[in-house]
Every structure is written in C-alpha cells, then in structure tokens.
C-alpha cells in the first residue's frame, strides 16, 4: 500500500478554483516582478509575522544575504556593500 506524506491534492482542491483565477489575473497582467500582487504579498506576510516590512526575494541564499546587508548598513553607516552571488558553476 502506498502511503503519501502529504496529500497535496486534498489541499489544494478546496481552493483550486481561486488560485487559478488569482494566477490567471497576474499572468495576464504581467506584472510579475514589483507589480501591486507583489507588494501586497509582501505587505500581508509582514502583517502575519508581526513586523512592519517584508520583502520578497529570488531565492534562499538573497534570502539570508539580505538581512545581514540590511544591518552592516544600519551598524556602518556604509554607502554599499557587496556580496557574492553563489553561482553554480558545473564542470
């Protein structure tokens, strides 16, 4: 017998309908990178966390650079700072 962890489709079904249309309205919009969907994501998580900002990023490693950049900033003073990317490079 095959036991899933977690059944996905029992979760999603309940609000299939909404998401899809939600998807279909920023799709065809196209307003998928600082676009008023983005900015109410941010303003909504920051609500649930408790905190007056949020900000979305790209990916897990911007992520964990970001609030230390934020407070070598605020602790130094500092006009920039860079950080490496990470890149995956494959050989």
């Known amino acids: 017998m095959n036991v899933p962890l977690v059944d996905l489709?029992?979760?999603?079904?309940?609000?299939k309908e909404r998401v899809l249309?939600?998807?279909g309205k920023i799709l065809d919009g196209m307003?998928?990178?600082?676009?008023?969907h983005v900015q109410t994501l941010e303003r909504d998580f920051a609500a649930f966390c408790e905190t007056r900002h949020g900000i979305g990023v790209s990916n897990g490693t911007d992520a964990l650079i970001a609030p230390s950049n934020a407070s070598a900033r605020y602790v130094?003073?500092?006009q920039s700072i860079g950080a490496h990317n990470f890149s995956a490079w494959k050989s």
């Open 9 to 15: 489709r029992a979760s999603f079904l309940p609000i």
């Open 21 to 23: 249309k939600e998807f």
């Open 31 to 36: 307003e998928l990178f600082l676009g008023p």
């Open 76 to 78: 130094l003073g500092a």
